[in-house]
């Protein structure tokens, strides 16, 4: 069983920052990519960031580059996204997923390969 639990979303205003921390427990060793979607009622899911947790590799969805940073903090079993520059288009529940990935370059934060662990999300709402 695995566990992702999400903390550090808020309210901000825009130009704000955030940091957002997956927390991951229990059988993790499978569990080597970790990415961040976001939603907003009505609208599909959106992949933002995604960390292969064995190396470097990083992948960003456009509209987040040079704003957003995902890093990993292995010994805590911890993915963070940090957030900068933060707009009204960045509100919306976010919501950590993790995978296992044959290779880093498969480390997307799309929709398939499916992700197959999910935490309850975290609220981020941003004020203009």
């Known amino acids: 069983q695995v566990q992702l639990v999400e903390s550090g979303g808020d309210s901000v205003q825009a130009g704000g920052s955030l940091r957002l921390s997956c927390a991951a427990s229990?059988?993790?060793?499978?569990?080597?990519?970790v990415a961040w979607f976001r939603q907003v009622p009505g609208k599909e899911r959106e992949g933002v960031a995604s960390t292969y947790t064995r190396g470097t590799f990083t992948r960003y969805t456009d509209s987040v580059k040079g704003r957003f940073t995902i890093s990993h903090d292995s010994a805590k079993n911890t993915v963070y996204l940090q957030m900068n520059s933060l707009k009204s288009e960045d509100t919306a529940m976010y919501y950590c997923?993790?995978?296992?990935?044959?290779?880093?370059?498969?480390?997307?934060?799309?929709?398939?390969?499916?992700?197959?662990?999910w935490g309850q999300g975290t609220q981020v709402t941003v004020s203009s």
């Open positions: 229990g059988y993790t060793v499978n569990i080597n990519c």
């Open positions: 997923a993790g995978r296992y990935a044959a290779r880093d370059y498969t480390c997307e934060p799309t929709a398939a390969p499916p992700f197959g662990h």
